[in-house]
């Protein structure tokens, strides 16, 4: 029974993952018998190659990919390079876990709002500063290279390396090897880079790639902040896709097809830069310089990540700010007065798509933590440790949604299924698998294996202690891995978008969906409604223990 | 009265092909046999071994009888081989009499009557609401031996279990603990380090190398 779940674990991943990624190549290449087409031929790809503006297209998901994380991760180094153990560190810390839950379009819509032109920023600047009496005339959001797109993705990209980076460090023991170097005469911010940077990065090699894949192919963002004319690769495959000519669809699946070449090759530049910075790095180990360069690894890596929680801050107080606006003239920093009409109108639209929300979350996150709980079970029960193919966990973060979605869709459309609620929660759960996994077996691998050993010898069967001992210990960590899971779900667009057909629409798809022609007041309450709500499920995590075990002093020190 | 005998048998334990101890004994009723050894001599693996939790990296040969019966192929847990480690182990989540009710068997009956009953023998009457994270060291210590003892084993292990204790406590909780396993006429194996142990636990005492 238990064997059996690990197995499917496995196999709903990556069955639907790789073979969908097989499929989505099928209509490229003219085979597509739906629509009344069965020879193969490369006409889709001539017509690929004549769309306008393609190279653009191309050249601005292949430069977010290669720049977001090559920037993130520089930043998150030199922070940790500069900031381990300050006060400063202490504080980031405790903020990086909320920070993670920031839903991609909420955050993408406070950047832009408080960005723009017109923005929360120029507002306040217009009033001293620069005098200005109109929203000066230049394109910021929507840039056509793509620039706020990059900066948007590095905001987000921070906190998740970061995260990465910290769960990763203790196995180092950086502390033992910074005193090492330093007795050998390094400056601290030095020492890191050399002693602990080199180690480090293998371990979150595979979350990087996660972020290339992702920063070249997302949807979402690229909708948001991206450029429009033309937009990127990703935004032109779903505008295909959803064209009501059926005939693009032969041109949507070349597109994907595409989109899945250029996030290899984004991931291929990155190998190579690897190996670059790799013999770089060596020659500069060698070198044996002791605080070259320290100021200003210092500076950038204690100014960064300030800076990105400003950003974060300042993107929330735009929503916000916007959301409860009544009348706003330009160069005022503030409206002239406030309403809650915009939240009065907006009610009656939110009811369904948040009944949809909280249904799909909920759901595929149990799904997905019923199936990690009963794998680690049977992991621990078979005593062999970690399993091997566990990697192919990463498979729907490493391989661009575009495309294995379109795939799935193609395949239902083979088998003449409709869309429905349940295809969009298999959806979700192949995305929420991976997050529930990463942050639940970490606690679940690391409870003492004596309580089980105990409640055996005190006759208790495997399922009794399974239940009765570790569920209730583990109370806190699988309703933390609940609050994870539910907020990817959340912040989910191409899932519900595309595997939904549209019919199913979520806070996320129909806040993305307000991007073009709603009102600024109007996008920040859906905003705040989308960024809320994993909010809710963290704060659950965070009191339901504290309530549940609040005369059970030792289960403080349990977790 | 249990009247149990627990007899290990030619048993011998390897690691990666070398082999970490060999032992053959019999154990009669209330008699408890004390293993000494140094550490990495193989003293919890025998344990864990006997209780049927061992690695499945180790390799081992020979059989544990109880009352002449071959346990080797049951589970840990029909096994009927009570245990008590270093630490009381009380499970944080339950109440004291959370921890002995999970204990007893499901058809046991008037549960909260022997409960009671139970812990008014060790001295500790009336706690059976409290939280196990405010019991002192030596109160946990009785706790876990009252549960162990609930739970109707054929035998029983201990495993330096008086080794975290400071010294004044270790003597009483020493006496209670072997008082009460001679008393309901259980084999023990005691594993410990302290000379002290092995002497009150008047047994035979066996040296691994």
């Known amino acids: 029974m238990l064997r059996w779940a690990s197995h499917s674990l496995i196999f709903l991943l990556a069955a639907p993952i790789l073979l969908g990624t097989f499929i989505a190549s099928l209509p490229a290449f003219g085979y597509f018998p739906p629509l009344g087409s069965s020879d193969f031929s490369v006409e889709a790809w001539r017509k690929l190659f004549d769309v306008p503006g393609l190279t653009r297209s191309v050249l601005i998901s292949l430069i977010s990919g290669v720049l977001t994380p090559l920037i ?18 202490l504080w980031i810390r405790r903020l990086v876990s909320p920070l993670l839950s920031f839903p991609h379009a909420a955050a993408a819509f406070g950047l832009a709002f408080l960005i723009a032109p017109s923005g929360l920023f120029s507002r306040i600047i217009s009033s001293g500063l620069t005098g200005w009496e109109r929203p000066p005339d230049i394109l910021i959001v929507n840039d056509t290279w793509g620039l706020s797109l990059l900066f948007g993705l590095i905001v987000k990209e921070v906190p998740f390396l970061l995260l990465m980076s910290l769960a990763a460090l203790p196995q180092l023991q950086p502390r033992y090897r910074i005193e090492v170097a330093r007795t050998l005469g390094y400056r601290p911010t030095i020492a890191w880079l050399k002693v602990i940077a080199p180690s480090l990065y293998p371990l979150v090699r595979l979350p990087v790639i996660a972020v290339i894949v992702f920063a070249s192919a997302t949807v979402d963002v690229a909708l948001i902040l991206g450029p429009t004319l033309p937009p990127t690769l990703s935004v032109r495959v779903l505008s295909w ?11 949507a699946a070349a597109g994907s097809l595409l989109q899945l070449v250029v996030s290899l090759i ?22 044996g310089n002791r605080n070259t360069g320290e100021s200003l690894a210092f500076v950038i890596g204690r100014g960064a990540m300030p800076t990105v929680l400003m950003v974060i801050a300042g993107s929330l107080l735009a929503l916000l700010t916007n959301a409860f606006a009544g009348p706003w003239r330009f160069p005022s920093a503030a409206p002239s007065s406030w309403t809650i009409q915009h939240w009065a109108n907006s009610l009656s639209d939110l009811s ?10 909920v759901s595929s996150t149990l799904l997905a933590l019923i199936l990690v709980a009963a794998t680690l079970e049977s992991e621990r029960q078979s005593g062999k440790g970690k399993s091997t193919v566990m990697w192919l966990l990463y498979l729907p973060l490493l391989i661009p949604q575009i495309v294995f979605l379109f795939g799935i869709i193609v395949l239902t459309e083979f088998a003449g299924w409709q869309a429905n609620l349940s295809l969009v929660i298999f959806g979700h759960l192949l995305f929420v698998l991976p997050y529930v996994f990463l942050s639940f077996s970490e606690a679940y691998r690391q409870l003492d294996p004596r309580w089980t050993q105990v409640a055996s010898t005190l006759g208790a069967s495997q ?87 609040r005369n059970r002093s030792g289960m403080i020190d349990t977790r | 009265m249990s009247n149990s005998v627990l007899d290990l048998k030619d048993v011998r334990l390897s690691l990666t092909g070398k082999q970490l101890l060999e032992i053959d004994c019999s154990v009669g009723p209330g008699e408890i046999l004390t293993v000494m050894g140094p550490s990495g001599s193989g003293k919890s693996s025998l344990l864990a071994y006997i209780a049927g939790f061992l690695a499945p990296v180790f390799e081992s040969s020979g059989s544990v009888l109880v009352n002449g019966v071959d346990i080797c192929s049951l589970a840990a847990e029909n096994r009927r081989i009570g245990l008590l480690f270093q630490d009381p182990l009380l499970f944080p989540h339950l109440s004291v009499a959370g921890n002995l009710r999970f204990a007893m068997l499901s058809n046991a009956k008037q549960k909260s ?33 009252l549960r162990l003892l609930l739970s109707g084993p054929n035998a029983v292990l201990l495993d330096e279990p008086f080794s975290k204790l400071d010294t004044q406590l270790r003597e009483e909780t020493r006496t209670l603990v072997f008082d009460k396993l001679r008393a309901s006429g259980l084999p023990t194996i005691l594993v410990t380090h302290d000379q002290a142990d092995a002497e009150q636990a008047g047994g035979e005492i066996r040296t691994l190398l």
Request: charged share 10%; aromatic share 10%; glycine share 8%.
């Open chain 2, 113 to 145: 009557q022997a409960i009671s009953e139970g812990l008014n023998d060790i001295g500790l009457a009336g706690f059976d609401d409290r939280d196990p994270g405010t019991l002192s060291g030596g109160q946990a210590s009785r706790i876990a031996l």
């Open chain 1, 241 to 251: 896709f959803n064209d009501p000519d059926l005939n693009l669809r032969f041109l």
């Open chain 1, 352 to 361: 369904a798509p948040l009944f949809n929300t909280v249904l799909i979350s």
């Open chain 1, 463 to 549: 399922l009794k202690s399974f239940w009765q001992i570790r569920i209730p210990l583990l109370l806190a960590p699988i309703l933390t891995a609940l609050a994870i899971g539910m907020a990817i779900s959340i912040s989910l667009f191409l899932p519900t978008q595309l595997l939904g057909a549209g019919r199913i629409t979520t806070i996320t798809t129909e806040a993305v969906a307000l991007t073009s022609g709603a009102s600024r007041n109007l996008i920040s309450v859906w905003a705040i409604v989308q960024l809320s709500l994993p909010i809710v499920g963290f704060m659950m995590a965070l009191f339901i223990p504290k309530f549940i075990w």
């Open chain 1, 266 to 287: 984004a991931v291929a530049i990155w190998l190579v830069l690897e190996k670059l910075v790799g013999l770089l790095w060596r020659f500069w180990l060698a070198a």
């Open chain 1, 72 to 89: 993130s991760l520089t930043l998150v180094f030199l922070y940790l390079a500069s900031a381990t153990g300050s006060k400063l560190d």
